[in-house]
Structures are given as C-alpha cells and as structure tokens.
C-alpha cells in the first residue's frame, strides 16, 4: 500500500496541528477515507449555546411586532376619534345633516370655518388611506376637497349664498333645485310609495302640543314648533323607527342613490308647525340632494333656497341643494294643522361612483 511522503504530508502535517489527528503521524493512506469523512461532516458548534441564540431572537421580535401594533391601534384610534369630533362639529355625525328639516343648524351658517386645518388635515389622511388600500382614480375632485378647495368663482360658494359646512366638492353644477329627471327612479318610486307613507307617518303621528313627552322615536325639536322622526340617522338606521314604518323602510330599500352609508345621509318625517320658522341656513355637503316629498301641505308655507321661493305639493318630489342658504316657514293658521314632509339625501347625480366610495370610507359613521 502506497503511504504520502511528499508535499502532501506536510500540508497533512499542519493540519495536525491545527484541527487534531487525520489518519496518523502525517502519514496515511486509501483505508483512512472513511474516518476523514466523517470527522469532515461533524458540525461546528456555535460560539455559543443555540437554543440561547433562537430564545433572545424570538424575544426581540416579538418586542418590536408588539410596538408596531401598539403604534398602528393608537395611531387609528387617535384618527378615528379626530374624524367623530369633526364630524359633530360639523353638524353631521349623530345629527342629521347640519341644516333645516333633518337636522341641527350648521356651525356654518353666517360663514365662518368649522374646524379649519383641522378637519381638512384629517379629511386629508382618511382619502389617503384609502387611496393606499384602493387607488387615486377618479379621485381628482374628492383630493381638491380635501386641501380646502374654495368654492366656485375662488370664493365661498355661489355669490356667498352656497356655503356647505364641512365638504364642498369642487365642479359640481350648482343650483338652489335640481331638475326631477336628474333623479328620475328615485323620484318616481318615492311618488309611488306615497300612500304606503303617509300610513306610516299616521301611525306614528301625534298632537304635537309639546305639553306630552315626546313620543317613542321622535326626536327634540330643532326649534320651536319643528319635530322629526328619522329612519336614518348621519348614516345610521334607526332599526326601532324603521320597524314602525314599514312602508317608508321599504321605499328606502328600494332607491339608487339613497346616502344612507356615510355621516351626511338621513331619511325620516319632519313636521313644522303653524307660525314656526327655520331661517337661513346651509347644509354640511354640497355632495348630495335632499329630497322632500310632500305628505300633508297646508297653505302658507314656503321654502326659499338661495333666493329662489318654492313650495311642497302632496305626493310629488322637490330636489334641493341645501348647501346653499335657506329658509322654511309655515306661515298658516293654527287650523291649517301642520306641515309634514318625508325628508331622503340622496347623492348628486354628478359624484361619481368613485368617488361616492371614497367619501363613504371617509365620512363612514362613528363605529
């Protein structure tokens, strides 16, 4: 058998020194291979204990991924309790809209800003986070809206008369009344479920004197001589009211462009009684329509929207923008009994869908 005695056992040699005994005194040979390999595949040991290594690595993980939820739940918290005080600034978040017939008066009603920066910085952060979870598309006039575009003509609103409260949409055509056609299905079902309303409104009607607590479902009075029952609420059904007037929840279920999934939508009566009056007044959104269908409508009263006088007639649709400046009165005697409307916010016909469901996930209800 032949033995190494060349260069080869020197280099045999150092590793003797070095890494312990190979096959002898820096001679060896064929029969040794199999020694050789197994001390090659023994594994190196660590410089120190591994189950040690993994505990403290498992440790600083779960450290860093527990303050990264923290960070995101207070980070969503602190939004989210931001977007509810400026909803309720605006008069838009457990109140109906901020503006006459289905809801308080807007904080904006002589003109002044409701939140500022504030509300538009949050505004801001909500469209961005929901561009992140969807996209930018389509989101061109909801992005300006955001930032504090002014109103058309570089000033609030129309001639001053159009000052929505806490949104205004940029390039939506402005009017006082939006045509009929423009909402054509919801205005027709709406007309065709008048008498299955005006049953509901009668079942839950009641003197009105305001010498009797109010009744189940009604709510305070936005002023003297005003009282409303709402289906919806800033976004929210109202499940006991809805129970009670089947025939109006029907209807409800039934339109295309009902805002009932964000803070500016409402439906329900509103009842004004003789000699009250609602002045002037502008409503949170020039994004929506409200539309009042006439149940009972004694003589004198009046509704002026920007300056345009109007008047409800039973059983047909009115469409007003109520982002611009208004007044409702009734003006009639005392035996004229009251005036009583179904009130529904539906969308502009001129939002797109895009952009109905950005302002949906920004202005969603308070959870």
């Known amino acids: 058998m032949w033995k190494g005695n060349s260069p080869g056992c020197n280099q ?13 005194q820096g001679n060896w040979g064929l029969e040794d291979a199999p020694g050789l390999l197994a001390r090659a595949s023994l594994p190196i040991m660590p410089a120190w204990p591994l189950p040690l290594a993994s505990s403290a690595l498992t440790l600083l993980l779960g450290a860093l991924t527990s303050l990264f939820l923290w960070y995101c739940y207070r980070l969503g918290s602190q939004d989210m309790q931001a977007l509810g005080a400026g909803s309720r600034a605006g008069a838009v978040s457990g109140r109906p809209g901020g503006c006459s017939e289905a809801g308080r008066p807007s904080p904006r009603s002589s003109g002044e800003s409701v939140e500022g920066p504030r509300t538009e910085g949050l505004v801001s952060r909500r469209l961005r ?3 992140r979870r969807y996209s930018w598309a389509g989101m061109g006039r909801v992005r300006r ?7 058309p003509g570089g000033g609030p609103g129309v001639l001053g008369i159009q000052r929505p409260g806490l949104l205004f949409l940029p390039d939506l055509p402005s009017a006082p009344f ?11 079902l709406l007309e065709s479920s008048f008498p299955a309303i005006l049953r509901d409104f009668g079942a839950v009607s009641w003197d009105f004197s305001g010498t009797t607590p109010l009744p189940r479902g009604w709510s305070p009075p936005l002023a003297p001589g005003c009282y409303q029952l709402l289906l919806y609420q800033a976004g929210r059904c109202q499940p006991s009211n809805c129970r009670r007037c089947p025939g109006a929840y029907r209807a409800l279920r039934g339109l295309r462009s009902f805002m009932s999934a964000n803070t500016f939508g409402n439906a329900g009566f509103s009842v004004l009684l003789p000699g009250a009056r609602l002045e002037g007044r502008c409503g949170p959104t020039n994004a929506r329509v409200r539309c009042h269908l006439g149940l009972k409508i004694p003589p004198g009263c009046e509704l002026v929207v920007g300056g345009e006088p109007q008047c409800w007639a039973e059983g047909h649709c009115l469409l007003v923008d109520d982002s611009f400046l208004h007044t409702v009165a009734h003006n009639g005697s005392p035996e004229d009994g009251p005036r009583v409307v179904f009130i529904v916010d539906l969308w502009h016909p001129n939002v797109a869908g895009a952009e109905r469901q950005a302002l949906d996930f920004v202005f969603a209800p308070d959870p």
């Open 12 to 24: 045999g040699a150092a590793m003797e020194g070095t890494g312990g005994e190979l096959g002898g």
């Open 129 to 131: 986070a929901y561009a």
């Open 145 to 151: 809206a955001a930032q504090g575009s002014p109103g």
């Open 178 to 188: 939006v045509p009929r056609d423009a909402q054509r299905h919801d205005v027709e």
